[in-house]
């Protein structure tokens, strides 16, 4: 089975930070990795699908990239509304989720 | 706009068995470019998929819950079903259903997602 981690487990940033957050695979899943975003309360949202391609309606600051078995999940300028939870899931293999990384307020 | 929505019993006891249904509308549960799928959340905990069904019926689980899982499809609803048995209190969490966009084998992913439902399971 392939395990995802992400680093770091949470993060205090400010507003207007740049912010970057680590998913490793156990394993190489080439580029079949995707991002989601979630609020408490609330389901997660695709923010980033193979990796590196942006989904419709998600601001521009946001931005994947990476292959193998490392990846990067980025937001340029941090936002009061992007404060959440951040995972990554792998979909070269059965369906796995990262831990989280959880985005609060400095 | 695509919609999914969750529905079934919140308490389910211990050794029953869970059942949940999601209710497609917007589109169709027919179109050949999709899976469904149940992914789950414990309190204050990760992500977990399910299982995930096309409509045809074909299906696949996680191998770790395969041996209590059952997910089936009715077309003429726009519905997709969840069935977990012998449930334990381990079982309790928010549990959602999912589109997932099948763009090739390995390239997918789930989009969008219903708002979810808790599901506690407790004498």
């Known amino acids: 089975d392939i395990q995802m981690t992400q680093s770091p487990s949470s993060l205090s940033a400010s507003v207007g930070d740049r912010v970057t957050i680590t998913c490793r695979a156990s394993?190489?899943?080439?580029?079949?990795l995707n991002w989601y975003q979630q609020k408490p309360g609330k389901a997660p949202k695709l923010l980033i699908y193979a990796a590196s391609s942006l989904q419709s309606g998600v601001p521009s600051r946001f931005s994947g990239s990476g292959s193998g078995t490392d990846f990067t999940l980025t937001i340029s300028s941090l936002q009061p509304e992007d404060f959440a939870t951040y995972y990554c899931?792998?979909?070269?293999?059965?369906?796995?989720f990262g831990p989280g990384t959880k985005v609060d307020i400095k | 706009q695509l919609q999914l929505q969750e529905s079934g019993p919140g308490l389910v006891k211990p050794s029953e068995t869970l059942s949940l249904t999601c209710t497609v509308s917007g589109g169709s549960i027919s179109s050949s470019s999709y899976y469904w799928g149940w992914i789950r959340q414990p309190p204050g905990k990760g992500l977990e998929w399910i299982g995930s069904i096309y409509y045809s019926g074909s299906t696949y689980y996680n191998p770790s819950l395969k041996s209590r899982v059952t997910i089936s499809v009715d077309t003429s609803k726009n519905q997709f079903s969840l069935k977990l048995s012998s449930v334990t209190a381990a079982d309790t969490a928010v549990y959602y259903c999912?589109?997932?966009?099948?763009?090739?084998?390995?390239?997918?992913?789930?989009?969008?997602w219903g708002q979810g439902t808790l599901v506690t399971v407790s004498s």
């Open positions: 899931q792998q979909s070269y293999s059965t369906p796995c």
């Open positions: 394993q190489s899943i080439s580029s079949y």
């Open positions: 999912a589109r997932l966009w099948i763009y090739t084998m390995r390239e997918n992913w789930f989009d969008p």
